[in-house]
C-alpha cells in the first residue's frame, strides 16, 4: 500500500523539479541574449563578429571575490553556430 502513494509522489516531485530547471535555463538563455544585444548596440561591428563566429559563450554576469586567494564565478551559455 506504501509503495503505490511514494511512485506518484517521487514522479510528481521530479516533474516539478525538471520545470523548474526547465525555466531556470530559459531565464538564463534570455539574460545571455540581453546581453548580446547590449554588446551589439554599443559596437555595430559586433554584430558581424557574433554572425561570423562558430560558437561563443556569453556570461551576463561574473562575480569576482577573495582575501589572499582570489576566485570567480558566472553562469552563462555557450552558442554554437
Do not use: S
Given at each position: 500500500m506504501r509503495r503505490r502513494t511514494i511512485i506518484p509522489v517521487t514522479l510528481l516531485l521530479l516533474s516539478v523539479t525538471?520545470?523548474?530547471q526547465?525555466?531556470?535555463e530559459k531565464e538564463r538563455i534570455r539574460k545571455c541574449e540581453d546581453t548580446k544585444t547590449d554588446f551589439i548596440s554599443t559596437n555595430d561591428?559586433?554584430?558581424d563578429r557574433f554572425d561570423e563566429a562558430y560558437g561563443y559563450a556569453i556570461f551576463p554576469s561574473v562575480g569576482k571575490g577573495g582575501l589572499g586567494v582570489g576566485g570567480a564565478?558566472?553562469?552563462g551559455v555557450l552558442f554554437k553556430r
Open positions: 525538471a520545470f523548474a526547465n525555466n531556470k561591428r559586433m554584430a564565478h558566472g553562469d
